[in-house]
């Protein structure tokens, strides 16, 4: 049995709480927005991209539209791309994405979502902002959902 | 109260642990459990009883009509239906709704005509009709809620001046619990020149339902939230209006007479039952209400109300917890939020306990959005559902504020 403490470990609890960038970039080049339809989640994402370089990033949530997996999901994602080339942020999103489907942990921070994959009902929580990155760096316009991208 | 003991030894899945913890089922509202007595009817049905039915020149055929056609006779029971012939099966409420919404709409509802839905209306009883108005170029109209989760009679009575074709609601909210004035409503609505239909998932289970003195012109029920397998369900409708509907499935079992290039159409309601029904699934439907008729659907009723009622003076206690209104005429749902756990984790960590709750929009996305919530937390509660059930419940809750740290919102 895998303890609440493993999903909801303290630096989660800390950026659902205090989401780090946490702001509509007026100066971003690309956008894209994440839907869960399954319980509502939305996160809408910024990114200034200098050449090959994600200068700024910020993600914005409605009121109340993000459970805390999501939110802290969406805040260390932010601090872990930003400054990283567009190939080095899609590098950590194929690790992050890999670890929750029970391979190895993620770089850094990332790893404290390692505890996810024992609540298979919430991987797509955790997913959801990385997939709109992904989005956004493929300059996609559609909103990408939890629904639509197979691997989810 | 009911006698829950003896009631929950009558549910295999209940005996299941969850983490260490005895499962607390309080997600009914979505789905009830089975009592073993419809595993077994369905296990009989199989076991003994099993051919296609109303077709097969051999016993084994008959038995297998005689059973089929014995749940029609409970369904029309249970609700009182106008006749055995007013009980056409579907499987679930979805359907039924989308039957009235193709057949008896495509035939009377035209372009600048209304339709009338409210916005505590499930997805369900609101799709159907949006797909109805856009192909038609008809009108939907909306009615508003007030701010204690009624529906808002003066926006009602507006509505119906537009003089709808077609007048939906749901008996009982999936989301609030709250339990319409549904013969009222019918009655206002008839008074306009609208048919009516009646979301009766969250009724059924719950309530006494006799369609005969709402009075109203087509109510759905699902069986899996009252005991009966998935996939089962009727809409139970007037036979007149039945009798004057175009088909809604095209295939064996609803002709009398197929030609190279038309057909003719059986009976009511064979007519709207295409194709080899769920037979199954209507044998349990039978023994479901066998059991709940056992047990008093009045009885029934008053025993999930007591256990909202101290839902919501429990819950009501924790500091942060918002439990929606109405505080009154509701049946056993209790919807509420915790300062600014967000429902989903509150669903996780509840889980961890053994407690069932459902988190989300509960498909009644107009109805958040005027709540002003993405989503809530659910509780809702069914006979086998105790006190201590409660008691788990708000435990629980209180856990998880210790976790998160909750400020009230």
Redesign the interface.
């Known amino acids: ?1 895998s303890d ?1 403490g493993d ?2 470990q303290q630096v989660i ?1 800390d950026h659902n ?1 205090n989401p780090r960038n946490f702001k509509r970039l007026d100066a971003a080049n690309r956008t894209a927005e994440g839907n869960n339809p ?5 996160i809408q994402l910024y990114v200034q991209l200098d050449g090959d370089t994600i200068h700024d990033i910020g993600f914005q949530m ?8 999501s939110k802290a999901s969406a805040s260390l994602m932010t601090e872990a791309v930003k400054g990283k080339s567009t190939q080095d942020a899609e590098s950590l999103f194929q690790a992050f994405r890999g670890m929750l489907a029970g391979g190895a942990n993620a770089p850094g921070k990332l790893a404290a979502f390692s505890g996810v994959r024992a ?1 298979p ?2 991987i797509k ?1 955790a997913n959801l902002a990385w997939h709109a990155l992904h989005a956004a760096l493929q300059n996609q316009g559609d909103p990408v959902t939890t629904e639509s991208a197979k691997d989810f | 109260m009911l006698d829950t003991r003896r009631i929950r030894a009558d549910f295999p899945i209940l005996e299941r642990k969850e ?2 913890a005895r499962l607390v089922y309080l997600d009914n509202a979505a789905t009830s459990q089975k009592p073993r007595k419809v595993i077994d009817a369905i296990v009989h049905y199989y076991s003994f009883h099993n051919a296609n039915v109303h077709r097969g020149a051999y016993a084994l055929a008959v038995e297998a009509t005689d059973a089929y056609e014995a749940a029609r006779t409970a369904v029309a029971r249970f609700v009182n239906a106008w006749s055995r012939e007013a009980v056409v099966f579907t499987r679930g409420t979805t359907e039924s709704i989308n039957l009235v919404a193709a057949s008896w709409g495509r035939t009377n509802v035209g372009r600048g005509d209304t339709v009338v839905v409210t916005a505590m209306d499930h997805h369900s009883n609101i799709v159907p009709w949006q797909l109805l108005c856009q192909e038609k170029g008809a009108t939907l109209r909306m009615v508003e809620i007030t701010k204690d989760g009624r529906i808002d009679l003066s926006d009602f009575g507006r509505a119906l001046e537009a003089r709808p074709k077609v007048v939906a609601f749901p008996y009982v909210s999936n989301s609030l619990g709250t339990v319409n004035p549904a013969a009222q409503l019918i009655r206002l609505a008839h008074a306009a020149g609208a048919v009516t239909v009646v979301d009766g998932a969250q009724s059924s289970p719950h309530l006494r339902v006799d369609v005969q003195a709402l009075g109203c012109d087509f109510y759905a029920l699902s069986g899996h939230k009252m005991l009966a397998p998935m996939g089962s369900g009727a809409l139970v409708a007037k036979p007149a209006l039945l009798d004057a509907m175009p088909p809604y499935h095209g295939g064996g079992e609803m002709i009398e007479r197929v030609w190279d290039d038309r057909s003719t159409w059986n009976k009511i309601p064979h007519k709207f039952e295409g194709g080899t029904p769920n037979v199954e699934a209507a044998v349990g439907l039978g023994a479901a209400i066998d059991y709940l008729e056992q047990l008093g659907m009045d009885k029934i009723a008053e025993h999930e109300q007591e256990l909202a009622r101290l839902a919501i003076e429990r819950l009501s206690q924790v500091d942060g917890v918002t439990v929606y209104e109405p505080h009154e005429h509701r049946a056993g749902v209790v919807p509420f939020t915790y300062g600014d ?5 509150l669903a ?2 509840l889980d ?1 306990d053994g407690v069932c709750i459902r ?3 509960h498909c009644t ?1 107009p109805l ?1 959005r005027r709540l002003g ?3 809530t937390a659910r509780a809702s509660f069914y006979i086998y559902n105790d006190v201590d059930d409660v008691d788990a419940l708000v435990n629980a809750v209180r856990k998880a504020g210790a ?3 909750v400020l009230a919102s």
């Open positions: 049995m609440l999903l909801y609890l709480r399954l319980c509502g989640d939305r409605p009121q109340g539209s993000g459970c805390a997996i609540f009902s919430r929580c | 983490n260490g756990v967000h429902p989903h984790d996780t960590i961890r988190a989300g929009h996305q958040m919530v993405a989503a976790l998160f740290g």
